[in-house]
Nanobody, 121 residues
């Protein structure tokens, strides 16, 4: 059984910073792409940033220059450093990982439970 557990969300003022973490645990053979998605009320879930096992990154345009995604392969953990936060960044942030578990030969997608980020005065 593979689990993704997120932490680090909360309430922050505009211009502030937060760091999200997501640790994958369980029977894991290899983790390929890890990513952060977010979903604001009344909106579809969107990709925020992704990082490959080789640390190639990709960002949605609205967060470029403000957010940084990184990963620690030894710890099966992905991070999202969020700076210069804006009210429009308010959303539930979800961790996502494409991985091969120890008891499977296929690559599957797993999701965390989500963590709330609220940017407000």
């Amino acid at each position: 059984q593979v689990q993704l557990v997120e932490s680090g969300g909360g309430l922050v003022q505009p211009g502030g910073s937060l760091r999200l973490s997501c640790a994958a645990s369980g029977s894991i053979f290899s983790i390929y792409t890890m990513a952060w998605y977010r979903q604001a009320p009344g909106k579809q879930r969107e990709l925020v940033a992704s990082v490959t096992r080789g640390s190639v990154t990709n960002y949605t345009n609205s967060v470029k220059g403000r957010f940084t995604i990184s990963r620690d392969n030894a710890k099966n953990t992905v991070y999202l450093q969020m700076n210069s936060l804006k009210p429009e960044d308010t959303a539930v942030y979800y961790c996502n990982a494409r991985l091969r578990s120890g008891d499977s030969t296929s690559v599957n997608t797993y999701w965390g439970q989500g963590t709330q980020v609220t940017v407000s005065e």
